[in-house]
């Protein structure tokens, strides 16, 4: 195996027997840390302490890392405009956080028979939203609930609105689970 001290230096390809020898003469473990070169590569170090900084800079980069939430609104087709508009400014916010938004419109009853009433809605909803968010999933019809995801515009794209703000969404997909 290939061995290197403990400032980096090569030493030479050692037997494994003589490159463990070394190692606790100088009081110090014998670590694998390319096994997949030919020859393996091993390095004299402190173990623990070799550890110790791979797990402080998994946490750091644990830190930086932002996760992405799916937050969800709801409301019914006869929802009015003022509610509407604080629901859109709700969403407005998560997007400005860089969450996903899941906006659904549930029907009740003979609700269902108008689902062009539910398009309508979250037809105002794509545009009052037209320059944070961007269409992620079209108007999908699952059960009873008529819904849209959002995704937020990154910021260097400079908010351009999406494709399809005018009154033109796409129909609506069904979902429905076999053997209806």
């Not at 009853?109 to 079209?138: D, F, K, M, S, Y």
């Amino acid at each position: 195996m290939r061995v290197l001290d403990e400032d980096g230096n090569q030493l030479g390809v050692l037997p494994t027997h003589e490159a463990l020898r070394q190692a606790q003469e100088r009081g110090l473990d014998l670590v694998e840390v390319a096994p997949t070169s030919i020859p393996p590569v091993c390095k004299y170090l402190n173990y623990g302490q070799y550890r110790y900084e791979l797990q402080k800079k998994e946490k750091d980069s644990k830190k930086r890392q932002k996760t992405v939430d799916l937050k969800e609104l709801r409301c019914t087709p006869k929802i009015g405009e003022a509610d509407l508009q604080t629901k859109i400014r709700q969403a407005h916010k998560f997007l400005t956080a860089g969450d996903r938004v899941k906006f659904s419109v549930k029907f009740r009853g003979r609700e269902a028979t108008h689902p062009e009433i539910g398009r309508a809605i979250l037809t105002r909803v794509i545009e009052g939203l037209a320059e944070v968010a961007q269409l992620e999933r079209p108007p999908l019809l699952e059960g009873r609930f008529l819904s849209i995801q959002l995704l937020a515009l990154p910021k260097s794209k400079g908010r351009e609105p999406f494709a399809g703000t005018s009154a033109t969404l796409p129909e609506p997909t069904t979902s429905s689970p076999e053997g209806e």
